[in-house]
């Protein structure tokens, strides 16, 4: 787990309600439905992938990683405009959870931080990078930008960027899978910043008063921007924050693939059998500022440095990879073949074109009055 | 003595109401909290509770009695051991209903002029006379006859009837999942709408009044007028959020506001303020068969108003269309909602004094239909823009540029806003009455165009 800059997360084993449930049925304790997932899921812990399964998460975050890599890279030289989130550090959160969704009938929705879920979607890179610069390959057609993409045909429902707006517009998603009863949830990721806005709860409220197929997913990376969760919230424990609503809680380390993969498994059971929304806290960290204009001096570099030696998702599945028999060379390859797509997409988004001028009028309103 | 019981106003706006049942009868002892008369408002039926101690001695309206003015005396008590004395009340009878002066009657919309030139109405078409807010409801419950993906959600919408009765029915025939109750939480809901737009559906979000859908803006602004464009024209989000827009009666400040301009001056919105019926109802099922975001802006004055509605299978207005309401020679008159009541009755002043005015209602407030009002313009070559809200950046600022824009050549005076006063609404009936436009105003500055 991503140990927090402040030593405030009691050992999940400690937890009162795990000792309710030792002694007594879920007829005795009637909060056996807020803690139950996260012993379901604390009983079997990391998901069991085979070695096709574990290359795949291997070189989807990888690929994450490298995109926006180089997604830095081309800010720096100025192809890249405006507001731009980099996802490095909280690849496992998006392969782990996604890996997990059925993709004919799932929805996702997030925040402004979306490259990395795009990319989970196996969404071709050359057309979120196209969209990065601005140009008219890119997904929206260079008029949304690294916090505006969406991709309907992959029920990629956006990159928000209002803070929170994503989670009440989730619940309409889920909402809409409900009325269509097709069988579908939505997946709908926030931070711990958004964790504070009102609209969260009033969403929790009609998520559960409804039993809406949805699954909230705050991604704790620990700063708001710039502000540490500890300095923001007074319940850092985020996973926590759905009891008032009945939601239960998951509290999940999101810089291990394995283990967000197992608990995304228990979530949507749970979810998808009619029993309403469940709350995961994924405990992660962003290695980069908030956006590329961070001068980051709310932290130091040390603790930067102690995440990416000691936690780092990808570092951790090579590990497990190499553990179960794989060569270093072979990992080398896989990483040599990631590089080249993203400079391709790279390549593919500084030689497309900006968008016709005339683009300026299109989009606006769908009909003609 | 004899106690007078009189027709109580149950609402801000009530003015007056159906006498539904009695449920003492005469000669019946009364305590305080019995339950004397059901009465029935356009907006609910409420029961009338009794607040003194005695006999019921008088029915002075017969149950069933419709449009009892409020104020009037509708029954008398006589309170305990007075039954002696009270021979003298009965010389003094309360007034029958019918002689009943109403109080402070709202401006009565006058007879439409009807110069309807939809094409969607043929010649020959029988007309029935509906209130708006049936007209909004068939409206609705037409488009969900037609289309499973229609449904209804906010406030009291469903098990209540609608807050001013515009949904009233509309849960017997559709049922809960297709009606829907919200909590009080109007940024959640109206993100949940647009997010229900996004993956599918077709919303209709109730605002119970457009004040509270002010903690709504961003979901009605961010996500379902931008969306579209920000995704290149992948994301639809066709909701439409309805409700009680602009000044009601003695509601105060944060309760009575025109929130047209607000939502006009966004892109990738369409804003439609229909005023009579046929129009609220025509429109409203273009709105909801849209593919765009429609705000739909209703009002709370115009609700228990009747007026024709054309006898159609399928009464559907274009969007962005005006109308003219009245033709005429001298000045025009642009207008919408709740003013083109008030510019028919400021045109029978001035016809009376030889001006011959035109009046054209904008109906959809974006896209504005600019053409109506330049070629009125050019024909009458002055205006007038009479608006219910505040005069700065109001449509009329914005219909005044369009004139010296696009119409400086046809201007034989300048333009004139009458607008409300550019304060909060005050509560006091005075104030709130000096604060708000009325026809004569708008005679006023018809004759101030018309050099008269």
């Known amino acids: 787990m991503a140990k927090k800059p402040a030593a405030r997360k009691a050992p999940a084993k400690s937890r009162a309600a795990s000792k309710v449930s030792e002694t007594g049925s879920s007829i005795e304790d009637p909060d056996f439905i807020l803690h139950s997932l996260q012993e379901e899921f604390e009983a079997a812990k990391s998901f069991v992938a085979n070695d096709e399964q574990m290359l795949e998460f291997y070189r989807q975050m990888l690929l994450i990683r490298r995109f926006e890599e180089k997604a830095g890279q081309l800010y720096g030289l100025g192809l890249i405009g405006g507001f731009c989130h980099l996802y490095i550090g909280q690849e496992a959160v998006a392969i782990g959870l996604q890996s997990a969704l059925d993709n004919d009938r799932d929805s996702v929705i997030t925040g402004y931080r979306d490259h990395g879920h795009m990319l989970a979607y196996g969404i071709d890179p050359k057309v979120i990078m196209a969209e990065l610069t601005g140009r008219e390959a890119g997904i929206s057609g260079g008029k949304g930008g690294s916090m505006h993409m969406f991709s309907t045909e992959h029920k990629f429902y956006g990159g928000h960027g209002i803070v929170g707006a994503q989670v009440a517009l989730g619940g309409g998603l889920a909402l809409a899978h409900q009325y269509n009863e097709d069988g579908g949830l939505c997946l709908a990721y926030f931070g711990d910043g958004a964790a504070n806005q009102g609209q969260v709860y009033e969403t929790f409220n009609m998520a559960a008063l409804w039993k809406l197929p949805i699954v909230f997913v705050v991604e704790d990376n620990q700063y708001a921007m710039g502000t540490a969760s500890s300095r923001s919230s007074a319940e850092t424990r985020f996973h926590r924050r759905g009891t008032a609503f009945r939601i239960p809680g998951m509290e999940v380390d999101g810089m291990n693939v394995l283990e967000v993969r197992a608990a995304a498994e228990v979530a949507f059971k749970h979810v998808r059998e009619g029993n309403g929304p469940v ?15 961070d001068p980051a001096k709310y932290r130091t570099r040390d603790e930067v440095q102690e995440q990416r030696d000691n936690h780092d998702p990808i570092e951790r599945m090579k590990s497990v990879l190499i553990e179960a028999g794989h060569d270093e060379a072979d990992l080398k390859a896989i990483d040599k073949g990631i590089r080249k797509i993203v400079t391709e997409a790279a390549d593919f988004s500084e030689n497309s074109p900006e968008p016709q001028p005339a683009e300026l009028y299109t989009d606006i309103l769908v009909e003609k009055y | 003595m004899a106690i007078e019981l009189k027709m109580p106003a149950l609402s801000p706006t009530m003015e007056e109401g159906t006498l539904a049942k009695w449920l003492k009868a005469e000669g019946d002892a009364i305590e305080p909290g019995d339950i004397i008369a059901e009465i029935e408002t356009d907006k609910a039926t409420m029961e009338f509770e009794a607040i003194d101690e005695g006999v019921l001695t008088k029915i002075l309206v017969a149950e069933g009695a419709e449009n009892v003015a409020v104020g009037t005396v509708i029954a008398q008590i006589e309170g305990e051991g007075e039954g002696e004395d009270s021979g003298s009340g009965a010389e003094a009878p309360a007034p029958p209903p019918a002689a009943s002066p109403a109080p402070a009657p709202a401006a009565e919309a006058p007879a439409a002029v009807v110069a309807v030139n939809d094409p969607a109405i043929p010649a020959g078409t029988s007309f029935t006379s509906t209130q708006v807010r049936d007209a909004l409801r068939d409206a609705m419950a037409e488009e969900m006859r037609a289309d499973r993906r229609v449904f209804v959600m906010g406030e009291e919408v469903a098990e209540y009837q609608g807050a001013y009765k515009v949904t009233q029915g509309l849960l017997e025939e559709f049922g809960p ?41 961003d979901h009605i602004v961010n996500s379902a007028a931008k969306t579209n464009y920000m995704s290149g024209g992948q994301m639809r989000c066709p909701i439409v959020f309805r409700g009680p827009n602009g000044a009601a009666s003695r509601v105060g400040a944060q309760h009575s506001q025109n929130y047209g301009p607000w939502y006009a001056s966004v892109p990738g919105l369409i804003v439609i303020a229909p005023y009579d019926s046929a129009d609220a109802k025509g429109l409203m099922k273009a709105a909801i068969r849209s593919e765009d975001p429609v705000v739909f802006l209703e009002n709370e004055l115009v609700y228990g108003r009747s007026y024709d509605v054309p006898d159609l299978d399928d009464h559907v207005l274009p969007i ?63 205006l007038v823009i009479a608006e219910e809200g505040w005069p700065t950046c109001s449509i009329a600022s914005e219909i005044v540029a369009i004139c010296m824009e696009e119409g400086f050549d046809h201007l034989d005076a300048p333009v004139l806003r009458v607008c409300n006063e550019d304060v909060p609404l005050p509560y006091a009936a005075n104030l709130e009455k000096l604060a708000l436009i009325d026809p004569p105003r708008i005679v006023e500055a018809v004759k101030r165009v018309c050099y008269v």
């Open chain 1, 279 to 293: 709350l995961m806290e994924l405990n992660t960290y962003r290695y980069r500022g908030h956006s590329m204009s």
């Open chain 2, 320 to 382: 962005g269309k005006a109308r003219v309401v009245k033709e005429g020679k001298d000045a025009t008159i642009v207008t919408y909602s709740i003013g083109v009541g008030m510019a028919l009755e400021a045109a029978e002043t001035l016809a009376a004094e030889g001006i011959d005015v035109e009046i054209i209602d904008l109906r959809t407030l974006r896209p504005l239909d600019k053409q109506a009002v330049l070629d009125s313009l050019a024909k009458t070559n002055r």
């Open chain 2, 177 to 217: 999942k297709r009606v829907i109750d919200t909590p009080i939480t109007e940024y959640g809901f109206a993100g949940i709408g647009a997010g229900a737009a996004m993956g599918g559906l077709k919303p209709i979000v109730e605002f119970m009044t457009f004040n509270f859908a002010m903690q709504a803006i």
